[in-house]
């Protein structure tokens, strides 16, 4: 089982900053891939960040330039810098992690709980 963790959501003003950060625990697998997504009331999933084992980067077009993701491959770990906040980042943000189980070679696609993201304006 894999169990992703995640933390540093919370209230914070338009322009302001927040780092959210996500750890992924368990044994059997190797994630490739691990990333953001956010759902903000009414809307759908979408994804904000993503980061491969190797480096590369993915960013939803309306976080680019604010927000930065990284990665400690050695802790299973991720984090996304907010920067520049806006109320329209308001949302629940959920880690993501991609990759496969050692053992049976299946595909690994997890989620954490979530962590509220709210900017006032």
């Known amino acids: 089982q894999v169990q992703l963790v995640e933390s540093g959501g919370g209230l914070v003003q338009a322009g302001g900053s927040l780092r959210l950060s996500c750890a992924a625990s368990?044994?059997?697998?190797?994630?490739?891939?691990m990333g953001w997504y956010r759902q903000a009331p009414g809307k759908q999933r979408e994804m904000v960040a993503s980061?491969?084992?190797?480096?590369?980067?993915n960013y939803a077009d309306s976080v680019k330039g604010r927000f930065g993701i990284s990665r400690d491959n050695a802790k299973n770990t991720v984090y996304l810098q907010m920067n520049s906040l806006k109320p329209e980042d308001t949302a629940v943000y959920y880690c993501?992690?991609?990759?496969?189980?050692?053992?049976?070679?299946?595909?690994?696609?997890?989620w954490g709980q979530g962590t509220l993201v709210t900017v006032s304006s």
């Open positions: 368990g044994r059997g697998f190797t994630i490739t891939r």
């Open positions: 980061i491969a084992t190797i480096g590369s980067t």
């Open positions: 993501h992690a991609a990759g496969v189980r050692t053992t049976t070679f299946d595909i690994l696609d997890a």
